[in-house]
């Protein structure tokens, strides 16, 4: 048997179909593309944090439920004591538990461009994924369409990101709410930015027993530990923690996220440090011939650059030394946008200025 005919006799074609997920190498570059926060700890917390690590007991696995953190998390998130926490390897693992939850036939709705991971995981599974278009350039949900959808296909399980990622802004509250009171399914809202965004469905949890909030902390500043949870109905969480790996969220995560997190004020302080330089960089994009900027809730912003020349601008600013993400593959209301993360004062300048280079050639 050849190579190619043992592949193809081993995987499921949804698989075979798929290309993987491709991270771009940012060695030696100002990395702007993965919506990373780009301030580390100051020394004398470092060497706090390391001395809570001393004594983590690496010999055994990690406590499964991982209670601590998970209260940790609650105070933190003001999460009321009736909703059940889920922990994940990052939001992505929890996209991906809630999904093969789902019956083969199943549907899953999210808007488009929206999350890569909703899609990529849903294909993967061989799930019926409908990804309904935003409106015009302002990105809003196209509600009719969205309540079509529902109509027609009922789906299991719909995603709406909040703030949105790619475009960064927030949806229309009201429409979300039409939205989950329509669905037969789940409703995830996904508050990856919400540190950002000064928003949350968190509170409308009591409302809808088909609501689940999901959050990250990588946008936070912990984007290494590789932590989200989803939180909700507790019986609906407890169907996904039938299938939840044990032990998925290990000893040095659970110690150090609990620790960052108790240490709240830094990370106040570096948001909002963040969002007054997203204002400025906006604007100074904004005053750039040729560009267009989105407003944006979250911790990055969506341009546009002139026709056909998205490319070009997004080389010419990675041969100056600064990565971000080069939307204009994916078309359609993305044709011709590049992304840029907030970095600090420093990077933000040297993009500023490779975007100019780039702009006069």
């Known amino acids: 048997m050849t190579q190619h005919h ?5 995987f499921r074609k949804e698989v075979l179909a798929m290309s993987a997920y491709k991270v771009a190498k940012a060695e030696g570059l100002i990395k702007l593309d993965a919506m990373e926060n780009p ?6 917390l470092k060497a706090h944090w390391l001395e809570t690590l001393k004594d983590c007991p690496i010999n055994r696995y ?3 439920e991982a209670q601590v953190l998970v209260q940790t998390l609650r105070v933190h998130d003001q999460i009321a004591d009736q909703y059940a926490v889920l922990l994940g390897n990052g939001s992505d693992e929890i996209i991906q538990l809630l999904l093969m939850a789902l019956p083969p036939t199943a549907s899953v709705l999210a808007p488009s461009p929206g999350f890569v991971m909703y899609k990529q995981i849903s294909d993967c599974l061989g799930l019926n994924y409908y990804g309904i278009p ?3 350039e302002n990105f809003e949900l196209d509600l009719p369409a969205m309540l079509a959808t529902i109509e027609q296909h009922q789906p299991a399980v719909i995603f709406i990101a909040y703030p949105n990622n790619p475009t960064g802004n927030l949806f229309n509250e009201a429409s979300i709410h039409n939205i989950i009171t329509t669905s037969q399914g789940l409703v995830v809202i996904d508050e990856a930015y919400a540190p950002f965004a000064n928003a949350s469905f968190m509170a409308s949890l009591g409302q809808y027993d088909n609501l689940l909030v999901m959050r990250t902390v990588s946008k936070l500043g912990l984007a ?3 932590l989200g949870y989803i ?15 044990p032990y998925n969220i290990n000893s040095l995560t659970q110690l150090s996220a609990d620790f960052a997190l108790t240490n709240k004020a830094l990370f106040d302080q570096q948001t909002q440090r963040i969002c007054t330089d997203r204002t400025r960089v906006f604007n ?9 900027a989105y407003s944006s809730s979250a911790n990055f912003i969506l341009f546009k650059t002139p026709e056909n020349q998205a490319d070009s601008i997004y ?7 600064v990565l971000i993400k080069n939307l204009n593959p994916q078309g359609g209301q993305l044709k011709d946008c590049l992304r840029v993360t907030i970095g600090t004062a420093n990077e933000n300048d040297a993009f500023i200025a490779a975007l100019k280079n780039s702009l006069e050639r």
């Not at 100074?284 to 267009?292: K, P, S, Y």
């Open 231 to 245: 939180s909700g109905n507790p019986e609906i969480i407890g169907q996904l923690n039938k299938i939840r790996l």
């Open 134 to 136: 935003l409106l015009d």
């Open 62 to 64: 990690p406590d499964p």
């Open 39 to 44: 301030y580390r700890w100051p020394e004398a």
């Open 315 to 321: 080389n010419a600013i990675k041969q100056q030394g």
């Open 6 to 10: 043992l592949i193809s006799s081993i």
């Open 284 to 292: 100074q994009l904004n005053n750039m011939d040729g560009i267009t």
């Open 224 to 226: 290494g530990l590789r």
